[in-house]
């Protein structure tokens, strides 16, 4: 059975880049056609979309945030990343990473992973 | 960005009840809407997809319809392990979107 798993700093201080990873176990990250997302959702807020990105390469992502948002996937090792530059205390959250089935419902969800910005 | 309104955004109910919320879209989706649980402590959880279609595993008191730009989600007997709160969501049009999500609790 497919799952994800998130992996990350914690703390990150102002103004620096955050570097999440997401490994997928039980299956291949290349096969069909999903795409993998990042979501996050702030302490006591609803859920935000990050971007989404195909074992190709190609990505999607949130314009609210898209100036300071980089994704890539690493196929080998059968998983994806996100870069988030220019940190502030608001991009402090509870981070997932998801399998977006065929761009429609995130059907698969790793536990999460919580990011404070703070100095 | 295509908006979701939902309604109530908490709610307090018995076990055994029956339980709607409703999600508003700011334009028409179709029926691009899947609803999702969010237990705290918990990774979100699909429960209906297509506005309608019940994903896989997932008990058949939930239900979902609607579409264009308003939708439903049901509980027809609460119990007490649904209590969480409960987002929309819209794959229409970039960028994907949530709901401001609605607690539920009993």
Same mark, same amino acid.
């Given at each position: 059975?497919?799952?994800?798993?998130? &992996? /990350?700093?914690?703390?990150?201080? #102002? !103004?620096?880049?955050?570097?999440? *990873?997401?490994? +997928?176990?039980?299956? $291949?990250?290349?096969?069909?056609?999903?795409?993998?997302?990042?979501?996050?959702?702030?302490?006591?807020?609803?859920?935000?979309?990050?971007?989404?990105?195909?074992? &190709? /390469?190609?990505?999607?992502?949130? #314009? !609210?945030?898209?100036?300071?948002? *980089?994704?890539? +996937?690493?196929?080998? $090792?059968?998983?994806?990343?996100?870069?988030?530059?220019?940190?502030?205390?608001?991009?402090?959250?509870?981070?997932?990473?998801?399998?977006?089935?065929?761009?429609?419902?995130?059907?698969?969800?790793?536990?999460?992973?919580?990011?404070?910005?703070?100095? | 960005?295509?908006?979701?309104?939902?309604?109530?955004?908490?709610?307090?109910?018995?076990?055994?009840?029956?339980?709607?919320?409703?999600?508003?879209?700011?334009?028409?989706?179709?029926?691009?809407?899947?609803?999702?649980?969010?237990?705290?402590?918990?990774?979100?959880?699909?429960?209906?997809?297509?506005?309608?279609?019940?994903?896989?595993?997932?008990?058949?008191?939930?239900?979902?319809?609607?579409?264009?730009?308003?939708?439903?989600?049901?509980?027809?007997?609460?119990?007490?392990?649904?209590?969480?709160?409960?987002?929309?969501?819209?794959?229409?049009?970039?960028?994907?979107?949530?709901?401001?999500?609605?607690?539920?609790?009993?």
């Amino acid at each position: 059975q497919l799952q994800m798993q998130e &992996s /990350g700093p914690g703390l990150v201080k #102002p !103004s620096e880049t955050l570097s999440l *990873t997401c490994i +997928v176990s039980g299956g $291949s990250i290349s096969t069909g056609s999903h795409y993998w997302g990042w979501i996050r959702q702030p302490p006591g807020k609803g859920l935000e979309w990050i971007g989404d990105i195909f074992h &190709s /390469g190609r990505t999607y992502s949130n #314009p !609210s945030l898209k100036t300071r948002v *980089t994704m890539s +996937v690493d196929t080998s $090792s059968n998983q994806f990343s996100l870069r988030l530059d220019s940190l502030t205390a608001a991009d402090t959250a509870l981070y997932y990473c998801a399998r977006h089935l065929d761009m429609t419902r995130f059907d698969l969800w790793g536990p999460g992973t919580l990011v404070t910005v703070s100095s | 960005d295509t908006q979701l309104t939902q309604s109530p955004s908490s709610l307090s109910a018995s076990v055994g009840d029956r339980v709607t919320i409703t999600c508003l879209a700011s334009h028409d989706i179709g029926n691009s809407l899947n609803w999702y649980q969010h237990k705290q402590g918990e990774a979100p959880k699909v429960l209906i997809y297509d506005a309608s279609s019940l994903e896989t595993g997932v008990p058949s008191r939930f239900s979902g319809a609607g579409s264009g730009t308003e939708f439903t989600f049901t509980i027809s007997s609460l119990q007490p392990e649904d209590i969480a709160t409960y987002y929309c969501q819209q794959y229409d049009i970039l960028p994907f979107t949530f709901g401001p999500g609605a607690k539920v609790d009993i």
